[in-house]
């Protein structure tokens, strides 16, 4: 009995298995439909993880399905492009880094190319002291200089006669320390020797920052001998004695431009907004630029935001911005968020740094364009009577004439500030026939008085006169003195959108623009042209939800554009 007892349950317990068993194969034998892979091209250099949305879009949506891949013919999507050569290579690197002479290089490597066996060999890519990606090193006996950019300057006011300027940040105050020039030409394959005859400071002592060890902003210059004026050097490399193996080589940018110029220019330091979704309000600044005239708008870039980056990529696509890259020189820090904290804590390092950029814009397109503005992302010279900004510079060159007969070197525009909450304090609402996210459009009510003159201005700069630039005014010119014409308030002025005033005018912001306002709707005069031209790219973009249009297939990330309700 005691043995039946125990088989009774031993019986139940498989039987139990067994039903289990038999549930499990047909659930999971059954077929679930096979999965359509859609058609990939595997000769894309598009990366695997660009693919992934189009794999999910077309996988079943259920949890309970289950996917049948026959593994010994499918084929992962990998890339299966063809590598590119060296020199391919060079040329895509070149313009990811456009002051590396990197084709120069690559077409004279195997080419002898020295003064003699011990004396000034040409630099090899790889034997160059590189400094966060941007910059090239160069120690000397008091100081080291941190190389960014060589312009060959050949402008007719230019008393030096053809000269290559060099953009650096030093970490000293007047240097005495006596450095060379090796210009290299396709003409020859030994160097020309050129001294350092200047070390421009762009920068006031008044301003702070003014101590030794710290990295100050400089422009060096070096004169072509007469034997090859005429001729563009394709780079340079600054040494301490002539004959020295230099650590860096720069290549000479010569944009030489043919025919008419191109009349307006926006230049706009790096953007370091890692955390602040600015991407609309970029979309709408850039729109009225170009409207008022606006060629192209060159960007420095930083750190910002994925949907700024987003929008960015949009428009150097479409021809209106070009990005470029940037980096803090020497000990500064560059990883990402880290380099936020310091520039915000660190001002005059902030000030002096962002000099770097301007300057480099400013020697890019001195060519190209009759005149160049520095502006920040939330500022726009207006015209007050006239559709654009050369109809408006028209008027400005003739007044001035009457005031002297000579060309100005900068016309600066006086600032007015549009706060933030200047809109809410008088509509209590937006503006119903204005789309609610166009901030400047929206934003219509700005302090009565302006900033004083000469403070906080912004300038239309004539690149035959500037020599260096600062963020408002010409620091140096071409010629002798600096001459900026102050343009009449009636004619034009500057729109600076903000929460707040400049810490310093914090004290007085709320007795001396706060309290005292005026409705000021001259924008809406572009109102139409800014809606429409606005909402393209924000549909594109997929600003308002649904299809993305990917603005820039081959240099994206993968990343989702956030949506911005």
Not at 339 to 354: G, V
Not at 411 to 426: G, I, K, S
Request: with cysteine.
């Amino acid at each position: 009995m005691a043995v039946c007892a125990m088989g009774r349950p031993l019986r139940r317990s498989l039987a139990a298995l067994f039903g289990w068993t038999l549930l499990c194969y047909f659930l999971f034998r059954i077929p679930q439909g096979e999965v359509v892979f859609p058609r990939v091209s595997l000769h894309s250099r598009e990366l695997l993880g660009r693919q992934e949305n189009v794999t999910q879009a077309a996988m079943p949506h259920s949890t309970t399905e289950t996917t049948e891949v026959n593994i010994y013919e499918a084929q992962p999507y990998i890339d299966r492009s063809p590598k590119l050569n060296e020199s391919a290579k060079a040329t895509r690197l070149q313009a990811q880094i456009p002051n590396l002479p990197l084709v120069y290089w690559f077409e004279n490597k195997n080419k002898a190319r020295s003064k003699n066996s011990t004396c000034a060999k040409y630099p090899s890519v790889y034997d160059i002291h590189f400094n966060n990606i941007y910059w090239q090193q160069t120690d000397t006996s008091n100081g080291t200089f941190f190389l960014y950019g060589a312009y060959l300057d050949v402008r007719s006011k230019n008393r030096l006669g053809p000269t290559v300027r060099i953009l650096s940040m030093i970490n000293r105050l007047e240097p005495t320390v006596k450095t060379h020039c090796q210009l290299w030409f396709n003409s020859t394959k030994e160097p020309v020797f050129s001294k350092v005859i200047e070390y421009k400071y762009i920068w006031y002592k008044k301003w702070g920052n003014y101590k030794q060890g710290i990295f100050q902003p400089y422009l060096l210059a070096c004169q072509l001998p007469k034997s090859h004026w005429g001729e563009a050097p394709a780079s340079v490399s600054v040494v301490e004695h002539q004959c020295d193996n230099a650590t860096n080589n720069l290549r000479v940018i010569y944009n030489k431009h043919e025919g008419v110029k191109h009349k307006f220019a926006v230049c706009v330091k790096g953007l370091d907004f890692p955390d602040d979704d600015l991407s609309v309000r970029l979309v709408e600044w850039l729109e009225l630029l170009n409207t008022l005239g606006a060629h192209k708008i060159f960007l420095y870039n930083l750190e910002v935001h994925p949907n700024v980056t987003k929008v960015l990529d949009y428009y150097v696509k479409q021809g209106l911005v070009d990005l470029t890259p940037l980096s803090l020189p020497g000990y500064q820090p560059n990883l990402p968020g880290l380099q936020h904290m310091y520039l915000k804590s660190k001002t005059n390092n902030k000030r002096q740094n962002e000099l770097i950029p301007y300057n480099d814009c400013l020697y890019r397109n001195m060519y190209r364009y009759e005149y160049i503005a520095l502006l920040d992302i939330d500022e726009i010279i207006t015209p007050l009577k006239h559709n654009n900004w050369e109809e408006l510079m028209d008027e400005v060159i003739k007044q001035s004439l009457k005031v002297k007969n000579e060309t100005r070197a900068s016309y600066n525009f006086r600032n007015v500030y549009f706060m933030d909450d200047m809109l809410e304090t008088h509509e209590h609402g937006h503006f119903k026939d204005i789309p609610p996210y166009l901030h400047m459009l929206q934003h219509v009510y700005r302090s009565q008085n302006y900033t004083k003159p000469g403070q906080y201005v912004k300038c239309f700069h004539n690149p035959e006169k500037a020599l260096i630039l600062h963020n408002h005014f010409p620091l140096g010119c071409l010629g002798g003195v600096c001459t900026s014409y102050p343009v009449d308030t009636e004619l034009g002025h500057l729109q600076h959108y903000r929460n707040d005033c400049v810490s310093t005018l914090k004290k007085s912001c709320a007795k001396d623009f706060k309290n005292q306002t005026v409705k000021d709707t001259t924008i809406w005069r572009w109102k139409n042209q800014l809606i429409e031209r606005t909402t393209v790219p924000l549909l594109k973009l997929g600003f308002f939800g649904g299809k993305t249009d990917n603005p820039s297939k081959d240099d994206q990330d993968g990343s989702e554009a956030l949506q911005v309700p």
